[in-house]
């Protein structure tokens, strides 16, 4: 079971996946290239990195928007939510494409560490930001939203408690988790300890995670939705340019365990359960993000 699951027998229903419903994250032979971690890793990769063969769109997308998310409290400890949305999302202004300052965050200082974070939920795009190669994709540091802390092995963590930090987590452990230098490390250290990671550690020990044959191009982040935000969990849509034409989203689910926010992963080792990427022919309704 991967990461990332899907039903390969569900048809999608849109024309440009494919007659089997899976065409769009296979076409391009991304499988056989791809950073294999077994089972584990195989549908994440395919899911987050199916444009292994593209270039990263350099292209701007149509405007997108952010959303608007409930208010309500928390009242429990944090528990493993199916990554599915259960309120529709309202259309919010128009987010701003990403720039690149020239100075790089402090360590050890914002993240995790910041006693006062901004607890709006973003509406354009994080400012500030410096987007870092991890292997081959790039992943967003930022001074406030952390991450704040690197440690020997190079796992990133140490998120503000906050809508955006929850996005800057999400976006940091899916880069890095397809790193296989770091794969093992992040599923250890940067995913809530329950029986999802159980299984991926299990399935990821048996088959352990070997570098790909080098790709030219690579899909790169784009977009994020908060779908729904409470101060203990998290529900990040994120999105990723496959090509010039089709970007890919899936929610994912984080929690804030231990002083941090952390990936969950349901009972099957993946993020998403039943739930399928959607090829989106626009990114409305999403804040336009990303380094490429």
């Not at 006693?115 to 354009?124: A, G, I, L, S, V």
């Not at 690197?150 to 955006?164: E, Q, Y």
């Not at 790193?179 to 048996?206: I, K, W, Y």
Request: net charge negative; aromatic share 6%; charged share 20%.
């Amino acid at each position: 079971m991967g990461l990332f699951s899907r039903d390969p027998d569900a048809d999608s229903g849109d024309a440009d996946t494919g007659s089997d419903g899976s065409a769009i994250w296979q076409e391009r032979g991304f499988v056989a290239s791809a950073i294999v971690i077994g089972a584990v890793l195989v549908c994440l990769l395919v899911w987050i990195f199916a444009g292994g063969d593209e270039t990263p769109a350099g292209q701007s997308s149509p405007n997108p928007t952010a959303t608007a998310l409930p208010t309500e409290q928390p009242t429990g400890e944090p528990t493993d939510p199916a990554a599915t949305p259960t309120d529709e999302p309202t259309t919010e202004p128009t987010g701003t494409p990403t720039t690149r300052p020239t100075t790089r965050p402090k360590p050890g200082v914002g993240g995790c560490k910041n006693k006062n974070p901004d607890q709006r939920r973003p509406k354009t795009a994080p400012t500030a930001v410096t987007w870092e190669f991890e292997a081959d994709m790039l992943i967003p540091l930022q001074q406030e939203g952390g991450p704040a802390v690197m440690n020997s092995a190079g796992v990133r963590s140490c998120f503000a408690h906050s809508p955006t930090g929850a996005v800057l987590a999400a976006m940091v452990t899916l880069g890095q988790i397809r790193n296989p230098d770091l794969t093992m490390a992040v599923l250890q250290e940067r995913f809530v300890a329950n029986q999802g990671r159980r299984v991926a550690l299990t399935e990821g020990s048996a088959t352990p995670p070997t570098q790909s044959p080098e790709t030219p191009r690579m899909a790169q982040f784009t977009g994020f939705k908060v779908i729904d935000y409470l101060p203990d969990r998290a529900i990040i849509a994120i999105a990723v340019q496959l090509d010039d034409a089709k970007v890919a989203s899936l929610p994912v689910t984080m929690a804030w365990a231990d002083g941090d926010w952390k990936g969950v992963l349901q009972t099957d080792g993946s993020f998403n359960g039943e739930a399928e990427p959607d090829v989106l022919q626009t990114l409305d309704g999403y804040v336009r993000f990303g380094g490429a």
